[in-house]
């Protein structure tokens, strides 16, 4: 049987920076997510540096995650294991400046 869970303990702690998402960085499928993705960008990630998880190819994990983490919605941005919540935290902790030496710090420990 599979473990769900597990599965995403391991992409969540063996990534230092993972957004489950709707779609694909390069092909975002909702405008939360996609919003998600040019923060990360503009915290200076690339694209092949974001960890994406297209919750749209698995309903398990789609459904999983939020469990997992607690959070009822998609987007949701973990860096170094930790939730930081959806698009508009992210948008929040970005415009503060909290965000982008969060990842760059994650980014530097792997």
């Known amino acids: ?4 869970n ?5 992409l969540v702690k063996s990534n230092p920076v993972v957004l489950f998402m ?8 909702c405008g939360f997510s996609a919003r998600t993705a040019e923060i990360l960008k503009a915290c200076g990630m690339s694209t092949a ?9 698995d309903a398990d ?5 939020k469990i997992y983490g607690k959070w009822p919605t998609i987007p949701q941005l973990y860096v170094n294991g930790q939730l930081i919540g959806g698009c508009d935290i992210a948008m929040d902790m970005f415009q ?8 760059q710090g994650a980014l530097n420990a792997h």
């Open 61 to 65: 994990i789609r459904e999983g995650v």
């Open 96 to 103: 503060s400046g909290e965000l982008a030496p969060l990842i």
């Open 49 to 57: 540096q974001i960890k994406s998880v297209n919750v749209l190819e």
């Open 1 to 4: 049987m599979r473990d769900v």
């Open 22 to 29: 709707k779609g694909t960085v390069s092909f975002p499928m």
């Open 6 to 10: 597990a599965e995403i303990d391991q």
